[in-house]
């Protein structure tokens, strides 16, 4: 079977420091991966999308980039963090075909301080 | 782009009440899923929905999609603690961009025992 793994699962970090959030899937070949934000009572936000390795979409002009290093494993950065940065983050994996529902890792709390 | 409004925003049942979440659509729904979010967890996935007219069912949960698939209900009969936590709904984003879904708000549910 299928599973996601992302960590850490919480994090603080002062304002201008780097980030570095990572998530493997183990169990299936050439999934599609995704990083979503989720604001406080807000929905999904998605950030970073990626169909193969070294292959990466953003959907929205941010202070954060993303990378595919592996197959299976998908990287979120950034070089300096802004205050705006803090949220849940969390990864997905999906086949990526119509009508493929998304699989979520368990996500993490980032606190810019 | 698509946007998904989910009501109620939150939801305060008496255990062994039914309950209904719905979500609506300003377009077309090409596939409509089901989440359930435990605080400070990642998503997992409940249903998928396709068809107008399609109705599924897991246990005491039983989602429907409307025949114009522009919207979706969510039932949960004879409610329980277990149910708790955060429903979102998630559609595709068109029939060409497979795998990257949008999101309602969410419905926070509380289960009193």
């Known amino acids: 079977s299928q599973t996601i793994h992302q960590w850490p699962a919480t994090l603080v970090q002062p304002v201008g420091s780097p980030l570095s959030l990572e998530c493997t899937v183990e169990?299936?070949?050439?999934?599609?991966l995704y990083w979503y934000r989720q604001a406080a009572g807000r929905g999904l936000q998605l950030l970073f999308y990626s169909v193969g390795i070294g292959q990466i979409s953003s959907e929205v002009p941010q202070n954060l980039s993303a990378s595919r290093p592996q197959d299976r494993q998908f990287i979120l950065s950034s070089k300096k963090l802004l205050l705006s940065d803090s949220g849940f983050y969390l990864c997905?994996?999906?086949?990526?075909?119509?009508?493929?529902?998304?699989?979520f890792g368990n996500g993490t709390r980032l606190t810019v301080t | 782009s698509q946007e998904l409004e989910q009501s109620p925003q939150s939801l305060i049942v008496q255990e062994g009440k039914n309950l209904t979440i719905n979500c609506t659509s300003s377009?077309?729904?090409?596939?409509l899923y089901w989440y359930k979010q435990k605080y400070g967890e990642g998503l997992i996935f409940l249903m998928m929905l396709q068809k107008g007219g399609e109705e599924k069912s897991h246990e005491k949960i039983t989602a429907k999609l409307d025949e114009k698939k522009q919207q979706s209900s969510l039932h949960i009969t004879a409610s329980q603690p277990s149910h708790a936590g955060i429903y979102l709904c998630g559609a595709d984003k068109g029939n060409t961009n497979a795998g990257k879904s949008t999101f309602g708000d969410g419905t926070t549910l509380t289960v009193k025992p």
């Open positions: 377009k077309t729904l090409y596939g």
């Open positions: 997905a994996w999906s086949m990526g075909h119509l009508n493929s529902p998304l699989h």
């Open positions: 169990g299936t070949s050439n999934p599609n």
